[in-house]
């Protein structure tokens, strides 16, 4: 049992060390996760084209046109001048819709979006909904999914509650 724990401890650590922060400017709490998806915070319209110089085909914005400094229509118009694919699917944190999550994940299957590049304002939001992914498509346990999404910046209870209670509806 204690060569069991050890061994899982180590695969949670091993999995979760593949992300990587980077600082690039005009970008909060840039998370590379894998090969195929960078997740972040806010990020101003003019750090577009840096993501479209480092491959990303398609930008996700999960913010609110109506919060501070989200910048919508900017954001968009950046990422189609970098030459990407901009997909806007306003959460809200407080009450965050199944429907927004189901267009999510719809996004994310689709390989000819990636490598994608996920932002929030904080990087909470964007944490939260990859670990809905993460569990579902990936088939990750919790722990190793939750750390994960905490990496990335999920620190809302509200928003990990309604990623657990979504992937239990929809396992």
């Not at 400017?25 to 101003?44: L, M, P, W």
């Amino acid at each position: 049992m204690k060569k069991l724990l050890i061994t899982s401890a180590m695969l949670l650590v091993a999995a979760v060390a593949f992300a990587q922060k980077e600082t690039i400017e005009g970008i909060r709490n840039f998370t590379k996760v894998d090969a195929t998806v960078a997740c972040a915070g806010s990020t101003e319209p003019a750090a577009m084209a840096e993501i479209g110089k480092r491959g990303y085909k398609t930008v996700i914005s999960l913010r609110e046109a109506t919060e501070t400094g989200a910048l919508i229509d900017e954001s968009n118009k950046a990422a189609t001048a970098a030459g990407m694919k901009f997909v806007h699917l306003p959460i809200n944190s407080m009450k965050p819709d199944e429907a927004v999550v189901d267009r999510y994940l719809t996004a994310l299957k689709d390989t000819s979006n990636q490598p994608v590049f996920i932002y929030c304002a904080s990087g909470s939001r964007a944490g939260a909904l990859w670990l809905i992914k993460r569990m579902l498509v990936d088939g990750w346990p919790e722990d190793k999914a939750t750390s994960e999404a905490v990496m990335i910046g999920m620190s809302s209870p509200t928003l990990k509650q309604f990623a657990l209670d979504y992937v239990a509806k929809h396992k």
